[in-house]
């Protein structure tokens, strides 16, 4: 199995930067690609960028392309998503997940985080 543990959330001002960290483990962690998604109250969780662990393959959002970078420390087992110019419409609870490829539907993936809450005020 595959254990996820996000954190680095917390309280902005709009057009502030914020760091997201996701830290892996088990015995096959490194086989899968790892997800950021995002969830606001009332709204279905959607896709925001994933990286595959190996090759260290992007894909983004269009929503956070040119704000948000996701990267990887393989020494630490970690992923990071680094968030600028950040908006009220960023507030969402971000959960970091491990799936196959590039795929960017929730229900694709296999292991899941307990997520971070993430509030952009403005």
């Known amino acids: 199995q595959v254990q996820l543990v996000e954190s680095g959330g917390g309280l902005v001002q709009a057009g502030g930067s914020l760091r997201l960290s996701c830290a892996a483990s088990?015995?096959?962690?490194?086989?899968?690609?790892i997800g950021w998604f995002r969830q606001a109250p009332g709204k279905e969780r959607e896709f925001v960028a994933v990286i595959t662990w190996s090759g260290g393959t992007t894909n983004y959002a269009d929503s956070v392309k040119g704000r948000f970078t996701i990267s990887r420390d393989n020494a630490k087992n970690t992923v990071y998503l680094q968030m600028n110019s950040l908006k009220p419409e960023d507030t969402a609870v971000y959960y970091c997940a491990a799936g196959p490829g590039l795929v960017t539907t929730v229900r694709s993936y296999y292991y899941w985080g307990q997520g971070t809450q993430v509030t952009v005020s403005s």
């Open positions: 088990g015995r096959t962690f490194s086989s899968y690609s």
